[in-house]
Each structure stands twice: as C-alpha cells, then as structure tokens.
T-cell receptor, first 116, second 112 residues
Framework: DAGVIQSPRHEVTEMGQEVTLRCKPI?????LFWYRQTMMRGLELLIY????????DSGMPEDRFSAKMPNASFSTLKIQPSEPRDSAVYFC??????????????FGDGTRLSIL | QKEVEQDPGPLSVPEGAIVSLNCTYS??????FMWYRQYSRKGPELLMY????GNKEDGRFTAQVDKSSKYISLFIRDSQPSDSATYLC????????????FGIGTKLQVIP
C-alpha cells in the first residue's frame, strides 16, 4: 500500500515568495496532521483535520500560514510570504482514528524547506 | 518546562551493546506511550506503544512505563548498525481525539 505522499521533497526559495506544500494521505484515513520539525523545537503540530474539516489550528505560527483539505485525498500547507525562520522540515501524517496507540499516525517523508 | 523531556544526544554505542533511551513527562493524564523511530531524511514510524503502566517486549526492543515517576524507557538489546536513527518518545491522554505530544528525539549511532 502506498504511504503518505508529500511533494516536493525539497524546496528552496527566496524570502517573500509563496510556498505550497502538498500531501496525499493514506486512503481511508480520516485524520490528517501537519507538523514542522526543527532541531531546536522538535516536532510541532501545526494543524489537524478530521474528515477534511480543520479542527485545531492553534499550532499555526502566524497568519502567513494556511492549510486546506479540499477532499479526502489531498491537503496543502501554504506559507505567504515566506521568511527565513520558516526553514524546517514539514511533515504530513494521517491516521485512522485518533492517531495514538493502536491507531498511530503514519508520516510522509517530509518536505525540506529552505528560505533564503 | 516542556510537557515531555528527552535528551537529544547524540548517543554512540558499539554494536551489540544494550541501549537505554528515556523520557520524562509532566502531564499525569497521559495514558498512551509510544516510541517512534526516524531514519535520516525519513518520516517517523511507530516502533511500539504501551497503554498505562508496565512493560512491553517486541523482539530486541522493550518499552517500560513508570507512571508513578512519570518516566518511560526504551531498551534495545544486541544493538545493530541498522538501529542507528533518532528515537522519539510520544504520549497522549485518553479521549476521542488523542493529541500526541512528542519528545525532541534522541539520536543514536551504533558503531560496527
């Protein structure tokens, strides 16, 4: 079975540009999560969706970040305008059920974002 | 104080050694305790989980939870170079949606 698919794998862009990260969750999963990982702060939850509906976006750092899930098989995370401090690895994860214990989150391989 | 504390390492051990990885936490509501393994340039993947207190064994891996001390451990016996990765502890409370709180991860290197 295909896992969580993220694109692009790497993105290098200049400060001020719009960045769009994409995610295809595992078919049949009803939860989708966006995380950001840095060496200093580790893995931070940005936002999660349940059945395509955003439930908790309290982790989104500022209004420059937005996320959508137009259907069950696609989600985007957008940063506009981008800043150097947004440089990190962004992960998408999906799960069937709550995402813990015997219903774990399945992660994609991430998008490594560098803002110059 | 962070909800979950984990020493980032790095931890370097010779092949065949017993590895002990640990996390402490402050939220007494946590019920599920998980260990994720993350290889370089890959996403985390669930290694094993336990519910509430006690031990769980899976091959060379043993997870322990001590809720009275708010302390969890992962032991790796007969460590192999293929075990070289970052190990993240993760925890959640019990509920309809279980928000998972991750530790920062410990980077492990097993030297052949």
């Amino acid at each position: 079975d295909a896992g969580v698919i993220q694109s692009p794998r790497h993105e290098v862009t200049e400060m001020g540009q719009e960045v769009t990260l994409r995610c295809k969750p595992i078919s049949g999963h009803d939860y989708l999560f966006w995380y950001r990982q840095t060496m200093m702060r580790g893995l931070e939850l940005l936002i999660y969706f349940n059945n395509n509906v955003p439930i908790d976006d309290s982790g989104m750092p500022e209004d420059r970040f937005s996320a959508k899930m137009p259907n069950a098989s696609f989600s985007t995370l957008k940063i506009q305008p981008s800043e150097p401090r947004d440089s990190a690895v962004y992960f998408c994860a999906s799960s069937l059920g709550g995402g813990s214990g015997n219903q774990p989150q399945h992660f994609g391989d991430g998008t490594r974002l560098s803002i110059l | 104080q962070k909800e979950v504390e984990q020493d980032p390492g790095p931890l370097s051990v010779p092949e065949g050694a017993i590895v002990s990885l640990n996390c402490t936490y402050s939220n007494s509501a946590f019920q599920y305790f998980m260990w994720y393994r993350q290889y370089s340039r890959k996403g985390p993947e669930l290694l094993m989980y336990t519910y509430s207190s006690g031990n769980k064994e899976d091959g060379r891996f043993t997870a322990q939870v001590d809720k009275s001390s708010k302390y969890i451990s992962l032991f790796i016996r007969d460590s192999q170079p293929s075990d070289s990765a970052t190990y993240l502890c993760a925890m959640s409370d019990f509920g309809g949606y279980q928000k998972v709180t991750f530790g920062i991860g410990t980077k492990l290197q097993v030297i052949p």
